[in-house]
């Protein structure tokens, strides 16, 4: 499938240390943003503005969503619940050591789910030990909110995901991968993905359709 998209990494040593403020700033200075565009399904034509810096440090995977769409939702405070009714950006990693495929979202108010998954209902959710694991910067605060006319509003969310979670050491050359965009429950449900998706109908459980991204220092 050559519509596979592949992207390169920016490699920040200690991007992990980062917290707020100084990791936006270091993420939207230094990385080349990618576009999470393809609206893969005509019935949900809706794109909202989405990009996506990667970065990744001997430790971590750093990743910087930046969001402007005209309905901000976010309803879901606990962790693991179903964020993806939400204003929502998710990030699917192909299992590095083994069989299947981690999922990872958040939504715009930074309520996390994580799971490892054989298929999109043979799963298991993160215990809160591990999903604690994950760093979660939100330019929101974590609070329901509902924002109808949101257009000239931009949110975003920053993620350090430890290779450790993923059953790494250190950071591998590559990871297959892909981004997505949601909001289920939004007024104008959406469904888009960085690596375009050749399903019928929206699915974002497909590691066939997975991208990659190269780590090269």
């Known amino acids: 499938n050559n519509m596979k998209k592949a992207a390169d990494a920016q490699y920040i040593p200690g991007i992990e240390r980062l917290s707020?403020?100084?990791?936006?700033?270091?993420?939207?200075s230094e990385v080349n943003p990618q576009d999470v565009a393809c609206a893969n399904w005509k019935e949900y034509p809706y794109i909202p503005e989405v990009t996506l810096r990667i970065a990744f440090s001997?430790?971590?995977?750093?990743l910087l969503y930046k969001v402007r769409e005209e309905h901000i939702r976010g309803a879901e405070l606990e962790d693991n619940g179903p964020v993806w009714e939400d204003s929502c950006v998710e990030t699917f990693i192909k299992d590095p050591v083994g069989e299947g495929y981690y999922n990872i979202e958040v939504n715009c108010i930074g309520t996390r789910l994580a799971a490892h998954r054989l298929?999109?209902?043979?799963?298991?959710l993160f215990k809160p030990e591990k999903l604690s694991k994950i760093g979660c910067i939100a330019s929101l605060p974590h609070q329901v909110t509902d924002i109808?006319?949101?257009?000239?509003?931009?949110?975003?969310?920053g993620?350090?995901?430890?290779?450790?979670?993923?059953?790494?050491?250190?950071?591998p050359e590559s990871l297959e991968v892909n981004f997505?965009?949601?909001g289920d429950k939004c007024r104008q449900p959406h469904f888009l993905?960085?690596?375009?998706?050749?399903?019928p109908e929206p699915n974002f459980h497909c590691p066939e359709f997975f991208g990659k991204i190269n780590l090269i220092k």
């Open 159 to 171: 993620e350090l995901i430890p290779f450790e979670v993923l059953g790494l050491d250190a950071a």
């Open 148 to 157: 109808s006319d949101a257009a000239d509003k931009e949110w975003m969310i």
């Open 58 to 62: 001997d430790s971590h995977l750093a």
């Open 20 to 28: 707020g403020p100084d990791f936006t700033d270091k993420m939207l």
């Open 119 to 124: 298929s999109r209902t043979d799963f298991e």
């Open 180 to 182: 997505y965009k949601c």
């Open 193 to 199: 993905s960085w690596s375009p998706i050749g399903l």
